[in-house]
């Protein structure tokens, strides 16, 4: 499995919400151990999941999940 | 029990653990169970005195089987082959084989007969894993082909 970078970017769109990770792990009804799963790039989570984390925060997948993030 | 005692409350990585640790517990469960089956033949144990682990071993074994060929999967690291599948067919038949000598030993008058009908055992069981074996990878490959054709039918 090719392994995944941290995810800068959704913290940095958490930080514009003004969202902790507990608040936007709740909002998309996951544990705060996989949300920060995710954005540690521990854990690949499915594209329903992503959308969710996306439409929570307002942006588009490509800003969130899009390749640049791999060299983060 | 709650009344939401259905529902799942792992989210995707939560239920992928669990799926892992449940995968897991069924090889150390299965590879327990046959361990105690042969401990239990080699210290002389008899057919009806293991039927109770055989036949839980044959059913889990045979779910594992036929739900994966009727999902077209075989393993996660090889694919059927006929020279793997002889190969299977030799352990089973070194596995019995070793099980017969064992008894062969123990039995103090054990005569040409016995070797012979030991012998026997070790064919058979070669044979029969490798009939096995060969008419799963048939129905693996028919399977594989129906489920990829559905697929590509249905992206068009």
Redesign the interface.
């Given at each position: 499995m090719v392994p995944i970078g941290r995810n800068l970017k959704i913290k940095a769109a958490r930080a514009e919400k003004d969202m902790t990770q507990k608040a936007l792990a709740e909002a998309v009804g996951i544990s705060r151990q996989t949300m920060n799963a995710i954005e540690q790039g521990e854990f690949n989570p499915t594209i329903r999941l992503c959308r969710a984390i996306c439409r929570v925060l307002g942006k588009s997948l490509d800003e969130l999940f899009g390749e640049e993030n791999e060299d983060d | 029990m709650t009344k939401n005692a259905k529902k799942n409350n792992l989210?995707?990585?939560?239920e992928q653990k669990m799926l892992k640790l449940e995968e897991c517990g069924f090889w150390i469960l299965f590879f327990a169970l046959a361990a105690a089956i042969l401990v239990q033949l080699l210290m002389g144990g008899t057919i009806r005195q293991i039927a109770g682990e055989a036949i839980v071993l044959l059913i889990g074994s045979a779910f594992y089987a036929f739900s994966s060929l009727r999902n077209g999967l075989w393993t996660r690291n090889a694919v059927p082959t006929r020279k793997g599948n002889v190969s299977a067919a030799i352990i089973a038949a070194l596995l019995v084989g070793v099980l017969n000598m064992v008894k062969l030993l123990k039995k103090p008058d054990a005569g040409t007969n016995d070797i012979l009908i030991a012998a026997a055992f070790v064919a058979a069981a070669f044979v029969i894993c490798y009939i096995v074996l060969e008419l799963f990878r048939f129905v693996y490959q028919n399977r594989r082909a129906k489920l990829d054709d559905v697929d590509e039918k249905t992206e068009g």
């Open positions: - | 989210d995707e990585m939560q």
